[in-house]
């Protein structure tokens, strides 16, 4: 998962890239502090690009992303966010969310993503 304070990047890559995950935290968030080094294990198994964003390094990120808590771990596909989790990370669903856009190579339905 790359460090970045780069936000235009990070916006060009979710319109460029199928699928890009996003990772929000903040320093002094002890909930940050477990469930980022997780994530970053999780994305091992995949390709997607992934940012990691410092909410309070650049206080925009919070306004752009609708980012009102830490962590919040955000899953673009072809531009659109198809998953977010804050604060209460639940790692299965989002394990399933991930193999579901892994296994796709072509844009998928709305229907099928959220259809549990």
């Known amino acids: 998962?790359?460090?970045?304070?780069?936000?235009?990047?990070?916006?060009?890559?979710?319109?460029?890239?199928?699928?890009?995950?996003?990772?929000?935290?903040?320093?002094?968030?002890s909930v940050c502090h477990a469930v980022v080094p997780k994530l970053e294990q999780l994305l091992t198994h995949y390709s997607f690009p992934a940012y990691h964003l410092d909410a309070f390094e650049m206080?925009?990120?919070?306004?752009t992303f609708q980012a009102?808590?830490?962590?919040?771990?955000?899953?673009?596909h072809f531009g659109k966010e198809v998953e977010r989790q804050a604060r209460f990370i639940q790692f299965e669903q989002l394990t399933k969310r991930l193999d579901q856009l892994n296994e796709s190579s072509n844009q998928v339905s709305y229907d099928t993503l959220f259809d549990q």
């Open 1 to 29: 998962m790359k460090e970045s304070n780069d936000l235009p990047e990070v916006l060009k890559t979710i319109q460029e890239e199928p699928t890009v995950v996003v990772a929000i935290s903040t320093p002094n968030c």
């Open 68 to 76: 009102l808590t830490a962590p919040v771990i955000l899953l673009f």
């Open 59 to 63: 206080p925009e990120v919070a306004s």
